[in-house]
């Protein structure tokens, strides 16, 4: 495949997968896992992050095997090249199904809560479009937008929670363990989508200086989101309490109730403008890795030209469904208890293969050569 000349820095690299992962916060993701486990929902992203972390793991030891080899190269050198290809593939139609149930749930979200007159199609069709121009541009200048964007949309974030924290109550949180420890264990052990894009992420480590730099930088932001996610969701908690469970947006609902005194009572158009940026990063970036899924699979070289068909294709696939509900509350859940465990039973059994066929000792005799 043709690869676009450059590198992301490690900056860069950071930033999208905190734009790509962290802005789940802003959406259902929150009430999701209160309607899971109630009040302490605030434990499963610090949990399942600790779950996660294991696959993740084995999947950045297997990695560093292969230099400047993206993902799916590694998946069809382990695995063979039949049964590799249609483990691509499987990971593909996961991907696919993911960013169109995404881009419809923030369609619903902009049309609820900011432009309830337009169309639905209307909105969808640009923030498709958006997203295939950016991704056509090349993972390079969404890491520099994203570089760029990265702390405005951390910081508006916190100061939302902490603007929050004026009308909460921290006795939402009691009884602390909810449910039971073994309840939030277990939909802490069935949440692992939660992290699952930094599994494809591994897909652009060709962009990456190297592998201790794509090693280091998965790291900071996979500790990062854990802790962004959990303190969202306790803040969430506080301020909603049992009513969180049937608020589908709660970030969105959140600053509208917040101000910056009397004098500036209305803010959420700020805190919407940087969201809304920070979305076109995620799901630009989100199109650009599948469309080079799609471009290693099938041999496609300019893969980059692919962006604006898959676009197309995921804009219609989000329509399908009309009534909103019916994405959240019947498809979603299906792709989100598939996708997670999926990833992480593909890196466990990557680093099993590699260590059956002896790569880990051709690499330890390599480097003491």
């Known amino acids: 495949m ?5 590198k992301l820095g490690i900056r860069e690299y950071v930033s999208i997968a905190i734009l790509m992962v962290g802005t789940k916060a802003t959406e259902d993701t ?8 109630q009040n302490a929902a605030w434990m499963i992203p610090i949990l399942t992050a600790g779950i996660f972390f294991i696959p993740l793991f084995l999947l950045m030891k297997v990695m560093s095997l292969f230099q400047d080899k993206n993902l799916f190269s590694v998946i069809q050198t382990l695995l063979g090249r039949y049964i590799g290809f249609f483990v691509c593939l499987f990971i593909f139609v996961i991907s696919s199904f993911a960013i169109s149930f995404d881009t419809r749930n923030y ?14 199609f209307i909105i969808y069709a640009l923030l498709m479009s958006v997203c295939a121009y ?11 937008v994203s570089y760029l964007l990265v702390y405005f949309a951390v910081l508006s ?5 902490l603007l929050s924290t ?8 009691f009884p602390i363990w909810g449910p039971g420890k073994l309840e939030i264990l277990k939909q802490s052990s069935q949440s692992l989508t939660l992290y699952g894009d930094f599994f494809i992420l591994a897909l652009i480590i060709p962009y990456i200086p190297s592998s201790k730099a794509f090693r280091k930088g998965t790291w900071i932001a996979f500790t990062f989101v854990s802790f962004q996610i959990s303190i969202s969701v306790l803040t969430f ?6 009513s969180l469970g049937g608020i589908n947006y709660p970030f969105h609902t959140a600053i509208r109730y917040i101000s910056l005194g009397n ?6 158009i700020i805190f919407f403008t940087i969201w809304i940026m920070a979305a076109f990063i995620r799901f630009t970036a989100f199109l650009y890795i599948v469309a080079f899924m799609l471009g290693h699979i099938f041999k496609v070289k300019d893969f980059e030209f692919l962006t604006p068909s898959l676009a197309t294709i995921y804009l219609l696939i989000g329509s399908i469904p009309e009534p909103s509900i019916e994405v959240i509350s019947k498809i979603k859940p299906i792709i989100a208890n598939v996708a997670g465990p999926t990833f992480a039973a593909i890196s466990i059994i990557l680093w099993l293969v590699a260590l059956v066929k002896g790569e880990f000792k051709h690499a330890n005799n390599k480097n003491s050569l």
Not at 107 to 120: H, K, N
């Open 157 to 161: 974030l916190f100061l939302a929670l």
């Open 263 to 268: 004098y500036i009572p209305n803010i959420e």
């Open 2 to 6: 043709k690869q676009q000349p450059g």
């Open 30 to 37: 929150p009430s999701m896992l209160y309607n899971q486990v």
């Open 166 to 173: 004026q009308v909460s109550n921290i006795q939402a949180l």
């Open 107 to 120: 369609t619903d979200i902009i049309r609820t809560y900011y432009f309830p007159t337009t169309p639905a």
């Open 134 to 144: 950016g991704a056509k541009k090349g993972i390079q200048h969404v890491g520099s």
């Open 237 to 242: 908690i506080c301020m909603f309490d049992e």
